[in-house]
């Protein structure tokens, strides 16, 4: 039988399937490891540091460890395969969350930073496993499948920001800071997650899309390489930008959130002191009432970008991946101004936010999807890892920035840049869209 026959038996469908439970499951675990970072990250880089500008360097530091080992975990994926790349991902990731129990415990900014570093790769474990849900699927449901393992994060991503609470009561009994909590839990996440991916992810999808598929060795992926490939093909080039753009949008918003929904805390808090209602047991619950408020803000946010990926998938499917991405797109420049222009309201700066996470997950699953669609073989890891990559140094740049213009420009006006970029690429998705898939071939993963 033929390699292209091969790929068409019932064992590839089986082994895809099992690959998808397999990935879901992990990515229930290993989201509550991020979900914690988000949400009290930025609050413990303020308190830490001492100054609002630094709130967005958790967030950047997580998102620039994206950026840094995309590539090497695509180069350990093409040579042992995805099982092998995960796990170390989320191995460190949980090594991550030990420093962010013992960060505020020794009142250490560094030690923040370089652990939010660790718990970053989680996240771009995360971003690998949606590319990982389609080394054996088919075209007709590649984005419904990689919907899917995007969605399954959901419950470990929501949970996490509102594990404030119970990570607090668990905390004090071990003489730790109530933000030390939550990633106690995380970290236990983590370590399931790598014992998940141990037992259920065999055979390995890429290792055996590779074999099935018939090519040359593996290469030494290489930055070079994958950009090749985006020079060569302007579509693919789009649906890289797509991407990259709205995770730089989403992140540059949802990281200075917290830090703003603290900002009007401290304010509110600011008068009732004037007036002579504070004393400092009021003070301390208002201070975990603040975390309280961001960990549900954040919930809802995560919610939004990974609850309806299923749909977002299908719609991809059946709507067309370029059409949906322009879509997301647009929805986050309306979530950006909706936050903006009541930045003095939580309710509607939570909305804002649910919006946000909505628009990232349409133009992610879709633009993804398309990426996946129109490279196959190695190429296809290769230019999966640069988009990861430009995901995290997006995210990255738009963190760090992000502080910076909340300072000179406040929130409403971090908002409408943020609009601004994200209209801007979206006029530009669909102007320059081809009328269908043009595949870069090398080694065939159909």
């Known amino acids: 039988m033929t390699p292209a026959g091969l790929l068409d038996t019932t064992p590839r469908r089986a082994a895809q399937r099992r690959t998808v439970r397999t990935l879901a499951a992990s990515q229930v675990f290993s989201g509550l490891g991020n979900g914690s970072a988000l949400a009290v990250g930025s609050v413990m880089a303020v308190e830490l540091s001492g100054h609002a500008g630094w709130g967005g360097t958790t967030t950047m530091a997580m998102s620039l460890a994206g950026a840094l080992s995309a590539l090497p975990l695509a180069r350990l994926a093409l040579a042992h395969g995805r099982r092998t790349a995960l796990t170390a991902a989320y191995g460190l990731a949980a090594l991550g969350t030990v420093g962010m129990v013992l960060a505020p415990v020794l009142g250490s900014y560094p030690l923040l930073l370089a652990a939010a570093l660790l718990v970053g790769l989680g996240a771009a474990g995360n971003l690998q496993a949606r590319f990982a849900a389609t080394d054996l699927a088919d075209d007709a449901t590649r984005a419904r499948d990689l919907g899917l393992v995007v969605w399954s994060i959901t419950l470990g991503a929501v949970a996490g920001p509102n594990l404030i609470g119970p990570g607090a009561a668990l905390a004090r009994p071990l003489g730790l800071p109530d933000t030390s909590g939550p990633f106690l839990l995380s970290l236990a996440g983590m370590l399931l997650?790598?014992?998940?991916?141990?037992v259920g992810l065999r055979p390995d999808p890429l290792t055996t899309a590779l074999r099935l598929g018939g090519g040359p060795p593996a290469p030494r992926p290489?930055?070079?390489?994958?950009?090749?490939?985006?020079?060569?093909?302007?579509?693919?080039?789009l649906a890289v930008t797509a991407v990259v753009t709205a995770h730089a949008v989403m992140v540059a918003v949802m990281s200075m959130t917290p830090v703003h929904l603290a900002r009007l805390a401290q304010d509110a808090a600011a008068q009732d002191a004037a007036s002579g209602a504070a004393h400092a047991a009021h003070d301390h619950a208002a201070h975990l009432d603040t975390f309280v408020v961001i960990g549900l803000v954040i919930s809802l946010h995560v919610a939004g970008m990974y609850a309806l990926s299923p749909v977002m998938g299908h719609l991809a499917d059946r709507w067309g991946r370029v059409r949906l991405t322009a879509v997301g797109l647009g929805t986050l420049a309306a979530a950006c101004l909706l936050a903006g222009a009541g930045r003095a309201s939580v309710p509607v700066v939570t909305v804002g936010l649910i919006l946000l996470g909505l628009g990232w997950s349409a133009a992610t699953v879709a633009g993804s999807a398309r990426v996946s669609e129109l490279v196959t073989g190695t190429?296809?890891?290769l230019v999966q890892g640069v988009t990861d990559a430009g995901m995290g140094l997006a995210g990255a740049a738009g963190a760090g920035l992000a502080g910076v213009v909340l300072g000179v420009a406040g929130y409403g006006g971090l908002a409408v840049l943020s609009a601004m970029l994200a209209l801007?690429?979206?006029?530009?998705?669909?102007?320059?869209?081809?009328?269908?898939?043009?595949?870069?071939r090398n080694a065939d993963i159909r």
């Open 193 to 198: 997650a790598v014992a998940v991916l141990q």
């Open 222 to 237: 290489r930055l070079a390489d994958g950009l090749a490939v985006l020079r060569r093909e302007r579509a693919v080039a």
């Open 379 to 381: 190429d296809r890891v």
């Open 424 to 440: 801007v690429v979206a006029a530009a998705a669909l102007r320059g869209a081809s009328p269908g898939p043009t595949r870069v």
